[in-house]
């Protein structure tokens, strides 16, 4: 036995998401990334391509798509609309269908919009503290509904893989807008 205690090589702010060290990544996306998943393409053609619309830190400490594994990550998405759509991930299916993954909000408000491959959508509000299982076959996407970064954890299998092609193709069944200062689900 290694009688020697290690220092773990990895650090994660419980206050903040932040995640520092060893195995993590950081995925950035802005919003000339994913312009085509917005309602309003007119809207889109006005605004700043290069602005920040998410950042993904994630720890991984396995392969991608090894069994038995997991990830950990935190996702911090930027107040704002693209006309009156609220900012938003890309959202995915897993592409290993039946493997669920938990979100928790850090910080900010926002809404969970979790669709079956039926396209039935619910959608569960995310404030300090809120937990969120998402189970498998469920495609799930975040939006910010406040006026400050929208900071989620998340973690996942190792093997569950990103189906972003069927979201790309045909999107989600509902929409999330601001109308007068409320959140508002419309299908399209
Ligand atoms: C969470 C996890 C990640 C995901 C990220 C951003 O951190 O679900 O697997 O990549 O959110 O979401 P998306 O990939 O849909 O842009
Ligand atoms: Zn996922």
Not at 46 to 68: F, I
Not at 133 to 155: F, K, M, Q, W
Request: negative net charge; glycine residues 12%; hydrophobic residues 35%.
């Amino acid at each position: 036995m290694n009688s020697k205690i290690m220092k773990v090589a990895t650090i994660y702010s419980t206050m903040t998401g932040r995640l520092k060290g060893e195995d993590v990544k950081e995925t950035v996306r802005k919003l000339g990334d994913i312009a085509g998943i917005f309602e309003d393409q007119n809207a889109v053609k006005t605004m700043d391509m290069d602005m920040l619309a998410y950042r993904v830190e994630s720890h991984h400490p396995v392969d991608e798509g090894k069994s038995g594994g997991l990830f950990f990550g935190t996702s911090y998405l930027q107040a704002g609309k693209v006309g009156s759509e609220y900012f938003m991930t890309k959202g995915h299916f897993h592409s290993n269908r039946d493997t669920a993954e938990y979100y928790w909000c850090i910080s900010g408000q926002g809404c969970l919009l979790l669709m079956d491959e039926e396209g039935e959508v619910t959608a569960e509000s995310m404030e300090e503290g809120s937990l969120h299982y998402i189970p498998g076959n469920i495609a799930h996407r975040i939006a910010n509904t406040g006026d400050s970064e929208l900071v989620v954890g998340a973690c996942w299998p190792s093997d569950a893989g990103h189906d972003y092609g069927t979201i790309a193709e045909s999107g989600f069944s509902y929409r999330l807008f601001d109308v007068d200062g409320v959140p508002t689900l419309r299908k399209g």
